[in-house]
């Protein structure tokens, strides 16, 4: 050791001990009596694998977990969230962290508000709860490329999830960042994380055998010091390891939970018996306990599934679930909830999955998990809670009441302005020779563009067939005239006679970046290359960036609306109000007679509707309601109806088990 190494020690002695005291203050401001000791003197080994228990300092620890993603949650309803979590009988929490909105744009950082990663940590603490992080930063999450940010994909050889040099310095910048955060929010320094995730199922995409080796060092160079995981599904597993690090599994789909619910009645153990040779085997190359033995664990029990626009809502009988938590456990293995509460994909965040055909999932992330989207309590929920009561040895907390829900009165917009008019409030467009993705447009402080929409015009002075990679959703016109979509399966379109110069028009949205598979690094949005008219490439663009922010509705001052016409042009603005009480209660919007588009409420972005379905209302919380009228903005592509609706029940679609 160098004589400069040497000095330093006592620096960073001084500086643990500070950190340690810092702690300590933190806790006594918690009051973290009832949950450690006093000081940390029993703090000292942190959650361990010891043979084929899970140990917490010196008693054995069974992992009850269950997630809840803060970011889908508003944050005034986190505590309402997590003490029904606490009361199902859960000891543990689980969340991803979403990179993409941490750092929207390169090196600008943001973990305010709903973003406020340590306080949702912190709350979990005061109220008992440990944490698992799963840090990423690739998360899957169905929420937008994963969770990367989609400035990445400025690099034209831009490599997601590989040592690829432009991935890793993104990455050091951000977790030097994220980490910082989280370093006094562990079990040693008194916190309540007591294990963090290696990225996540990388098993399933094994592009680069130096990846998660350097995601390990990346974390434990910046000062983690408790226990690590991977994560992946059994056809992963032996892909997704790493010395050192224990491996848990996540149940790979609906067949394999039909046959642990087999396995559990005991007609057959094969699928189960494959899961656990799996572990055993792992635990060898894991180097985690001696003998070759190690704790199993189910990171992922899916306890429902996400939908897609177009197809049926997922879910799950209540006794399948409490049958196969029930095998889980038998079998010696913790377990944590996927979700225990989904929440919703609020603005434009959701995912999407791209195998044979593409398809975007819905704005609810209600994933008929244990509870609801508005956080209602289920079947699921009162079968889970006795269940996991009886190995409480106490009395549980008792379920919090519900929160209200409200049908409050229809509301009939009284304002509009189509896009074509909103142009002439938006600046000067961009303009370019050859189309422009979304993502390399000159915006955002040259961090492009990464959610919404993008209006491309040039001029035709003929009629023809066009054609061009469009993603993922194109709506063509002729001037004002809309005349169809270019899409994933329609790639050319007619363009019919036209006098003189003509201008063409194509509103490109992204409808959600896919998140798991092996093309994330081909997410690119908007138009993809040049956009041909009978084989030839058009030129001369004028591109508008329309990302619908908060910022992006300022423009509209109330003396550039106009009352709503007999009949609107569209793609258009709606604009009215929402009359509210005194105690705003939560509920859920209906836009019947609407085709597809967006509901804005106060600046905030709801999400996206369409009337393909499977979801036909979107959940409103009263948190973000004020007392009094409430502005609403709908951004409508195609047809408006005559009024929103507002229900106290959500309506999510035609049900399909999943088998």
């Not at 979990?124 to 169905?142: D, F, H, K, T």
């Not at 008219?533 to 004028?542: Q, V």
């Amino acid at each position: 050791m160098s004589t400069w190494a040497i000095r330093r020690q006592p620096g960073r002695r001084l500086g643990l001990l500070a950190l340690v005291v810092l702690s300590f203050l933190v806790l006594r401001r918690l009051d973290w009596h009832n949950l450690i000791p006093p000081w940390l003197r029993h703090r000292q080994l942190g959650l361990q694998a010891k043979g084929q228990n899970f140990m917490l300092e010196s008693s054995t620890f069974w992992i009850f977990g269950g997630s809840v993603h803060y970011f889908r949650v508003p944050r005034q309803y986190w505590r309402d969230r997590l003490l029904k979590l606490k009361a199902c009988g859960l000891n543990t929490l689980t969340t991803y962290v979403p990179w993409n909105l941490h750092e929207p744009e390169r090196g600008k950082f943001d973990f305010s508000g709903n973003l406020d990663l340590e306080a949702f940590i912190w709350m979990a603490a005061e109220l008992g709860l440990w944490v698992i992080l799963r840090p990423g930063p690739y998360i899957c999450s169905e929420i937008d490329l994963g969770g990367l940010p989609s400035w990445l994909l400025q690099d034209p050889d831009m490599k997601l999830r590989t040592t690829y040099k432009g991935f890793t310095e993104a990455v050091d910048l951000y977790f030097d960042h994220l980490i910082a955060r989280v370093v006094p929010l562990q079990y040693k320094l008194g916190g309540p994380i007591i294990a963090v995730q290696v990225e996540n199922e990388y098993g399933s995409y094994n592009k680069d055998p130096a990846y998660m080796p350097y995601i390990k060092k990346a974390l434990e160079d910046r000062g983690i010091v408790e226990l690590l995981l991977t994560s992946d599904n059994k056809d992963g597993l032996s892909k997704g390891v790493v010395q050192g690090v224990l491996a848990t599994i996540n149940l790979q789909s609906q067949h394999e939970l039909h046959l642990l619910t087999t396995f559990l009645l005991n007609a057959q153990t094969s699928t189960l018996d494959l899961v656990w040779s799996c572990w055993s085997a792992l635990s060898t190359m894991t180097n985690q306990t001696p003998g070759g033995i190690q704790p199993k664990m189910v990171m992922e029990y899916w306890t429902g599934w996400f939908d897609s626009w177009g197809g049926p809502h997922n879910i799950l009988d209540s006794s399948e679930v409490l049958k196969t938590v029930s095998a889980i456990i038998d079998a010696g293995s913790s377990v944590n909830l996927y979700m225990f509460h989904g929440g919703t994909n609020f603005g434009f965040i959701n995912g999407a999955m791209h195998f044979n055909e593409y398809k975007s999932d819905v704005t609810s992330y209600d994933y008929d998990a244990v509870l609801t989207e508005a956080g209602d309590y289920t079947a699921k929920y009162f079968k889970l809670r006795d269940f996991f009561g009886s190995f409480s040895g106490a009395p549980l907390p008792s379920p919090p009441d519900l929160l209200p829900k409200t049908a409050y009165e229809p509301l009939m917009p009284a304002f509009y302005l189509s896009l074509w008019d909103a142009l002439k409030y938006m600046g000067k467009p961009i303009k370019s020779e050859n189309p422009v993705n979304m993502e390399n447009l000159p915006v955002n402080d040259g961090n492009g563009q990464s959610f919404g929409y993008t209006l491309y015009e040039t001029t035709i002075a003929s009629s023809g067939v066009l054609s061009g990679l469009v993603r993922d959703r194109g709506q063509v016109f002729v001037n004002t005239v809309s005349i169809g979509y270019l899409d994933y399966n329609k790639k050319k379109i007619d363009i019919p006679l036209v006098q003189g110069y003509t201008v063409l028009r194509i509103l490109v949205e992204n409808r959600g970046r896919v998140n798991y598979g092996e093309n994330i690094n081909d997410q690119r949005k908007g138009l993809i290359g040049d956009l041909y008219l009978d084989g030839s490439p058009l030129k001369n663009f004028r591109i508008y960036s329309l990302d619908m922010k908060k910022s992006f509705f300022q423009r509209f001052t109330i003396n550039k609306w106009s009352t709503v016409p007999e009949v609107p042009t569209f793609p258009a603005f709606f604009l009215g109000g929402l009359s509210v009480g005194p105690s705003p209660s939560d509920t859920f919007l209906k836009l019947e007679g609407w085709e597809k588009g967006v509901v804005f409420i106060n600046g905030l972005n709801l999400g996206r509707y369409w009337n393909i379905g499977p979801q036909e209302t979107l959940y409103l919380p009263g948190a973000w309601l004020d007392p009094g009228i409430n502005q609403v903005i709908v951004f409508e592509e195609k047809m408006a109806g005559p009024v929103i609706q507002s229900m106290e029940t959500p309506h999510l679609g035609r049900n399909q088990y999943i088998n």
